[in-house]
């Protein structure tokens, strides 16, 4: 609907700037917007359709890369679907490695994105220090399993690697380091005024709108939503485990910073536990080459929120079907509802936010804008800088900030 | 607190004709038939009095002679719900629920894209995940579509 006082601005879907295609479109007025049209599909790879020509375990393999951040996610959320049709039982140690894994992954993930949330907000000194101490996750994952991702952990049946007593020392080693850390990112993100200030209020998803729009993740539980399917449907080892599920009830980015940070802590408890309760035994049985026919839905808490893969088999060693949903794609209309009569400059760190992966999801995302009767072309970079300086008109400035925490590196 | 068994029960002393179409596979999973005439009651009747208000996913299947859609509804204790409806080939008509839940839009345009099911009620919008200049009359997830070489 062609509108003379909105001004149209599309970002992406393909431009080199962009770190994934994704193509939003924003209708504005002034610098307000008024309506979010997603343009997904752009890195979609027929990926259910190449399942169905592949063995179970090739699939394994080729599911595994739906995603580079939760590759874990989506390879044991698959493999539980097929050994629950196969019916196996899966050694106690395999499912204990599944859990450790699963856990690592969520804590550089959702380090990763502390890294992010702040380059986007212009607090780049917070992203140095996080990406910096994720290196201490990417090593040890790199020791279990050989990878710093895509770790071919899984097998049909258990886990490809057993943990020795020296690595399980050094991940214990290592979550004292994370402990120390994330306790300080929480100060910094709960009493730092600029960061208080500049993410609460911001991308608004009441609990309400969360429950309708299906929200999942730290992206519903910031809403409010108790939901966690490691708690709710356990699966691995999480049914013998304890720890909480994180909620808040800001409903804004701040609370789904707040839910991540505690997340941080909640998985250190849980990968000690892991490591300690470990039990001996063999880590994998045998599995079928052909899958008898059947049907199993799997779903498991990715670092993004529920992922969910349904498997049909029909007696042959191919799966009959192989269906993926990933975590953004039930968060996609959500990022509509929270933009909608928002600022311009707010559109980075919502989208942000709810941690998009446009590669699993489909998987991709297209942005639109409106105003009088011009056109204009901006990347998602200048809309970055563009958001940090119009919060630095209001009196939201990290520079402050960032020469602070860059002095302590120095002493 | 709600079992598995209750909520068997429950939908099946509310429809006489899901009785032997509900099967409960392992704990929180359940698997159900409906015919496409029932369809909209049953989800309805699920989603409002049985509490399932989580939409994980819809799924489709090329059945041979039929499509088949399959709806996985989560309860807030962590049970699932498969409630699966079949519509012929030559006419896959199902109806929207995007006014229940808003959130499955994406879903349903998947259905449209990939096996060529005709969603009624759902809004225009864009396509999705197929390019605009995708044929309208390919769909890549029937099992009769092979990739071009």
Known sequence: ?411 | MVSEGSIKQGLESEFEHLKGKIVVTRPRRIFMEVDRAHFVKVFEYIVAKQEFAHLCTITGLDEGENLSFIYHLAHTGGIILNIKVSVPKNNPVIKTITPIFPGAECYERELIDLLGAKVEGLPAGNRYPLTDDWPTDEFPLRKDWKPKE
């Open chain 1, 1 to 411: 609907m062609p509108d003379k006082n909105k001004f149209k601005i599309p970002i992406g879907p393909q431009h080199p700037a962009l770190k994934e295609p994704e193509g939003f479109s924003l209708a504005l007025k002034g610098e307000k917007i008024m309506g979010v049209d997603i343009r997904l599909g752009y890195n979609h790879r027929g990926i259910e359709k190449a399942c169905e020509e592949r063995t179970y375990i090739q699939d394994l393999y080729l599911i595994e890369r739906v995603c580079g951040i939760c590759s874990h996610s989506h390879s044991t959320c698959f493999v539980q679907a097929v050994e629950e049709i196969a019916g196996l039982d899966i050694p106690k140690r395999a499912r204990y490695i599944r859990t450790l894994i699963g856990e690592l992954e969520r804590v550089h993930s959702h380090l990763l994105w502390l890294g992010v949330a702040g380059h986007e907000i212009g607090f780049d000194t917070l992203l140095m220090y996080t990406w910096r101490d994720r290196e201490v996750v990417m090593d040890i994952l790199a020791a279990l399993t050989g990878n710093r991702v895509n770790y071919g952990i899984n097998t049909i049946g258990g886990v490809r690697r057993d943990i020795t007593p020296d690595q399980c020392k050094d991940v214990l080693a290592a979550m004292d380091i994370l402990e120390e850390r994330t306790k300080y990112y929480i100060e910094v993100g709960t009493q730092e005024t600029t960061i208080v200030k500049r993410l609460s209020g911001v991308g608004v998803l009441s609990k309400e709108a969360a429950l309708k729009l299906d929200a999942v993740g730290p992206t519903a539980r910031a809403s409010g939503v108790d939901y966690d399917v490691r708690r709710d449907d356990p699966y691995a080892a999480y049914g013998e485990l304890s720890f909480d599920v994180i909620t808040d009830d800001h409903c804004d980015v701040y609370g789904r910073t707040v839910v991540r940070l505690k997340e941080l802590m909640e998985s250190y408890k849980i990968i000690r536990q892991a490591v300690k309760n470990m039990p001996d035994g063999p880590v994998t049985v045998r599995a079928p080459r052909k899958i008898p026919a059947g049907e199993a839905l799997g779903r498991y808490e990715a670092p993004r929120g529920e992922d969910v893969h349904f498997v049909k088999s029909n007696g042959t060693e191919k799966p009959e079907r192989v269906k993926v949903r990933a975590p953004t794609l039930a968060n996609v209309q959500a990022v509509k509802h929270m933009l909608k009569d928002r600022f311009l400059a707010d559109m980075p760190i919502v989208v942000a936010a709810i941690d998009p992966c446009f590669s699993c999801t489909d998987r991709a995302i297209s942005l639109r804008h409106t105003d009088k009767n011009k056109k204009e072309i901006i990347d998602w970079p200048t809309l970055r800088t563009y958001g940090i300086s119009w919060y630095k008109s209001q009196g939201i400035d990290f520079a402050g900030l960032n020469k602070q925490l860059l002095e302590r590196i120095k002493q």
